[in-house]
């Protein structure tokens, strides 16, 4: 139930919510597929990634937790005073997305500055999880 009552699917702001979830779902889905594939590809020509595409990845990966975080608090919100009963999920994916956020591989503001210097070339690029 929304606020007020009403049925959250019949809620405009919900479903645009939940619309805006499903495509950036979709978004990162795709392109971490895609590193994946080219990940895949160095692997059989037995090649390591240059530096700045293996700092790119790792930018790609951490914003996605970030992105998660945010998305998951705001259907958090939309769901209203439902998302707090017990029998739904919406409190502990809220937490389990929080924690997985703060695991040192998806500290996307790190992660970010590192691939932002690399991407104007200043600095001394460094892959920060060798």
Do not use: W
């Amino acid at each position: 139930m929304a606020a007020r009552g009403a049925r959250a699917v019949d809620d405009p702001s919900v479903q645009l919510v939940v619309a805006e979830v499903a495509a950036a779902i979709d978004e990162m889905k795709t392109i971490l597929f895609r590193n994946l594939d080219q990940l895949r590809d160095y692997a059989a020509r037995g090649a390591l990634p240059p530096l700045t595409e293996r700092i790119a990845y790792k930018f790609h990966s951490a914003v996605v937790a970030e992105r998660c975080s945010l998305l998951a608090a705001r259907l958090f919100k939309a769901a209203g005073g439902a998302g707090l009963h017990a029998d739904l999920p919406f409190g502990r994916i809220l937490a389990d997305i929080t924690a997985g956020r703060q695991h040192i591989s998806n500290q996307y503001d790190a992660i970010g500055r590192n691939y932002g210097a690399a991407l104007f070339g200043i600095g001394e690029q460094k892959d920060l999880m060798l």
